[in-house]
């Protein structure tokens, strides 16, 4: 059984009247994207919760089996390696415990969204095209969507209108930017409506792209 810490918190305004789930990448945690609230601000959101949820630490086939923070086995990074599926289904299932945990604190499913970097954005998507509620969307960073071949036959109907954001470095020598471009495109081609950044960068975030997230949110959480 997989053991989680608890996630950080930081609250933009009191009461929150939106929460924004952001799943960090593989062999970080939830400290990874903490600054990037101070880098919103411009963005002017509404009153929001922000939750950065820690990775738990198990062993990853890709790294030569190291023991580290992630949010399932990893075994290769190209369109038709093996996938841990049920390491990713196990981290989905944490992930729908964090959103229902917010809908007990009285946010509604609509103002929701999940968010993750990497690996973490294979979690949100798969998670958010999935989720039996309608979600306000789902931020995908230099990522791509994992469990391809069954998503059109498990998909929430609750979101089939989800927005989608996904943002990918041209340079990205982790995550090839091929892998992230297919993914679109199975998207695309499922009816999904996806709004596509690309950046002149590597496996990373970006100040431009950090402006695109601000954007992409206040649309996503506007009122």
């Known amino acids: 059984m997989l053991s989680y810490r608890a996630p950080l918190e930081v609250e933009t305004g009191t009461p929150p009247d939106a929460s924004v789930i952001w799943l960090h990448g593989l062999g970080a945690n939830g400290f990874d994207f903490l600054p990037i609230v101070d880098e919103l601000a411009l963005a002017h959101l509404p009153p929001t919760r922000f939750i950065f949820p820690h990775a738990a630490e198990q062993p990853v086939t890709l790294n030569g089996g190291y023991v580290m923070p992630s949010w399932y086995d990893i075994i290769g990074l190209h369109a038709d390696a093996l996938e841990d599926e049920a390491g990713i289904r196990a981290s989905m299932a944490y992930l729908n415990r964090l959103i229902e945990r917010e809908l007990q604190r009285g946010i509604a499913s609509q103002r929701i969204v999940l968010a993750g970097f990497s690996q973490g954005g294979n979690i949100a998507l798969n998670g958010a095209l999935r989720y039996p509620q309608p979600l306000a969307g789902a931020l995908i960073l230099s990522s791509y969507l994992g469990l391809k071949d069954c998503l059109a036959a498990e998909a929430s109907a609750a979101n089939r209108a989800l927005p989608i954001f996904m943002a990918h470095g041209t340079a990205d020598d982790i995550v090839p930017y091929v892998l992230a471009d297919g993914s679109r495109a199975i998207l695309t081609q499922l009816g999904y409506r996806v709004e596509w950044h690309e950046y002149a960068m590597p496996h990373t975030v970006c ?14 959480l506007a009122v």
């Open 207 to 220: 100040a431009q792209e950090v402006g695109d997230i601000g954007n992409w949110l206040a649309k996503a």
